[in-house]
C-alpha cells in the first residue's frame, strides 16, 4: 500500500468523483482509478458505491477514510517533526478560525508570524467553533482558533484573551443606558440560532430577564453592522468588529441597565496527542503577545 494511494482514496472520497479527484491531486483519471482499484484488491473489497450521484463510500471504505485520515497525520506529523530539527522554523501551519476572528484578529497575528516566518506554509479554514473542533479532532489542522466552549476529552484548549461584547446602534442614537423593557421594545440583529455567540447572547439575556426582540438573523458581520447603520435595529456584537465604526461616528455604544458587561473568551484547541511544532508554539507566542 503507498501513500499516494491512501491521499488519491482519501480525495475521491472528499468529492465522490474521480474526475474532480484527479483535478485536485494533478493526476490523469485513469492514474486515480489505478490507484482505487489498487486498494480495493489489497484489502479484497470494493471501497466505493459507483452511482449515478458519483462514488460513494460503502461500508469498508467509511472505515478506511477514519484509519487513512489518522495514518496520513501521523506520518505529516513525523515530517514536521523532522523539518523542525533539520530545518529549524521552516514547514507548515494549518490553521481554522470563525469568521469575525479571521477578519478582526487573525491579519494582523499572521503579519506578525510570516514576518518571523517567512518560509512556513501557511493554511487557514473557516468555521464556527464546533467546527473548528472537529477539524482538530479529525486532525485536519494544527490549531484551532474558538470562541464558544468545545470540551472534548481529546482536545486541550488554551485561553488567549477575553474580548467585550457591546450593544450598538445607529448614529442618531443617545448614548444614553437604556432600560431592559427599551431593550424588549427594540428590534435586533442577530447571529442567527446555532451559532455558539447567538447561544451564550440567548442565555446571558435570559438570565438577566431580558426578553429581546430579533428582527433579522444574518451571520455576516459586515451586513448587521450595515443595517444597524441605517437604522432597522440595534445588535450584540464584539468590540473588535464595531470599534472602528464607534471611533467613527457610524455606530453608537450604548449599555443597558440591569445587565453586566458581557465578554467571550477566544481561545485555541489542538489535539493533546498531536505534535506541538515550532511553527504552531510561535503562532500562539504571537497571538498571546498581541492581546495581553
Known amino acids: 500500500?503507498?501513500?499516494?494511494?491512501?491521499?488519491?482514496?482519501?480525495?475521491?472520497?472528499?468529492?465522490?468523483?474521480?474526475?474532480?479527484?484527479?483535478?485536485?491531486?494533478?493526476?490523469?483519471?485513469?492514474?486515480?482509478?489505478?490507484?482505487?482499484?489498487?486498494?480495493?484488491?489489497?484489502?479484497?473489497?470494493?471501497?466505493?458505491?459507483?452511482?449515478?450521484?458519483?462514488?460513494?463510500?460503502?461500508?469498508?471504505?467509511?472505515?478506511?477514510?477514519?484509519?487513512?485520515?489518522?495514518?496520513?497525520?501521523?506520518?505529516?506529523?513525523?515530517?514536521?517533526?523532522?523539518?523542525?530539527?533539520?530545518q529549524g522554523r521552516s514547514g507548515r501551519l494549518i490553521l481554522a478560525a470563525g469568521v469575525t476572528t479571521s477578519i478582526f484578529h487573525l491579519p494582523r497575528w499572521l503579519q506578525s508570524f510570516r514576518e518571523a516566518h517567512p518560509d512556513v506554509d501557511i493554511t487557514v479554514k473557516t468555521g464556527r467553533s464546533r467546527e473548528v473542533a472537529r477539524m482538530a479532532l479529525d486532525r485536519e489542522i494544527d490549531l484551532g482558533l474558538v470562541t464558544?466552549?468545545?470540551?472534548?476529552?481529546?482536545?486541550?484548549?488554551?485561553?488567549?484573551?477575553?474580548?467585550?461584547?457591546?450593544?450598538?446602534?445607529?448614529?442618531?442614537?443617545?448614548?444614553?443606558?437604556?432600560?431592559?423593557?427599551?431593550?424588549?421594545?427594540?428590534?435586533?440583529?442577530?447571529?442567527?440560532?446555532?451559532?455558539?455567540?447567538?447561544?451564550?447572547?440567548d442565555q446571558v439575556l435570559a438570565q438577566a430577564g431580558a426578553a429581546p426582540h430579533v428582527k433579522m438573523e444574518t451571520d455576516s458581520v459586515e451586513s448587521i453592522k450595515g443595517f444597524v447603520q441605517v437604522g432597522l435595529g440595534m445588535s450584540f456584537l464584539p468590540l473588535s468588529a464595531v470599534q472602528a465604526e464607534i471611533d467613527a461616528g457610524l455606530l453608537v455604544r450604548v449599555d443597558v441597565e440591569g445587565i453586566a458587561p458581557l465578554t467571550r473568551t477566544t481561545a485555541v484547541v489542538r489535539r493533546k496527542d498531536r505534535y506541538f511544532g515550532v511553527a504552531a508554539r510561535d503562532f500562539l507566542a504571537i497571538a498571546r503577545g498581541q492581546n495581553t
Not at 471504505?61 to 505529516?76: C, M
Not at 474580548?163 to 443606558?177: A, K, N, R
Request: net charge negative; aromatic share 6%.
Open 1 to 86: 500500500m503507498e501513500l499516494v494511494q491512501l491521499r488519491t482514496f482519501l480525495k475521491v472520497a472528499e468529492h465522490g468523483s474521480v474526475t474532480k479527484a484527479a483535478a485536485g491531486l494533478h493526476l490523469t483519471q485513469p492514474a486515480v482509478t489505478q490507484h482505487i482499484r489498487a486498494l480495493e484488491r489489497q484489502f479484497g473489497t470494493a471501497l466505493f458505491e459507483r452511482t449515478g450521484r458519483g462514488m460513494l463510500l460503502n461500508g469498508p471504505g467509511e472505515l478506511l477514510r477514519d484509519y487513512a485520515r489518522k495514518a496520513l497525520a501521523a506520518i505529516e506529523d513525523g515530517q514536521q517533526v523532522i523539518a523542525d530539527i533539520v
Open 148 to 201: 464558544s466552549p468545545v470540551p472534548h476529552p481529546d482536545l486541550e484548549a488554551l485561553p488567549l484573551f477575553d474580548e467585550q461584547i457591546v450593544l450598538v446602534g445607529p448614529p442618531d442614537s443617545s448614548p444614553s443606558p437604556i432600560t431592559q423593557a427599551t431593550l424588549s421594545e427594540t428590534p435586533l440583529i442577530l447571529f442567527p440560532r446555532g451559532t455558539g455567540f447567538r447561544a451564550y447572547l
